[in-house]
Nanobody
Framework: QVQLVESGGGLVQAGGSLRLFCEVS????????SGWFRQAPGKERESVAQ???????HYADSVKGRFTISRDNAKNTMYLQMNSLKPEDTAVYYC?????????WGQGTQVTVSS
């Protein structure tokens, strides 16, 4: 059984940083493209960052230069380093794979950025 468990969310002031973790069990997800998504209240879920099996990364324009996606294959874990956070980054963040159409999703972790 494949499981994805996110952690690292919380409440932070604007300009602050958080690091999200996505621990995967039941599948060696490094063979797949994977990514982070987010959904704010009343909005559609959107892709935030992606990482291919070879390590190439892609970012939404809204987070480019502030967020960094990475992966530790030995730990089967994916990360999202979020710096210079803005109130508009407030959302539930999810990790998922494989891209482009994920089959497996985590339960989500709440990120709240206060102004």
């Amino acid at each position: 059984q494949v499981q994805l468990v996110e952690s690292g969310g919380g409440l932070v002031q604007a300009g602050g940083s958080l690091r999200l973790f996505c621990e995967v069990s039941g599948r060696t997800f490094s063979r797949y493209a994977s990514g982070w998504f987010r959904q704010a209240p009343g909005k559609e879920r959107e892709s935030v960052a992606q990482i291919t099996w070879s390590g190439t990364t892609h970012y939404a324009d809204s987070v480019k230069g502030r967020f960094t996606i990475s992966r530790d294959n030995a730990k089967n874990t994916m990360y999202l380093q979020m710096n210079s956070l803005k109130p508009e980054d407030t959302a539930v963040y999810y990790c998922a794979f494989p891209l482009p159409t994920p089959t497996y999703w985590g339960q989500g972790t709440q990120v709240t950025v206060s102004s």
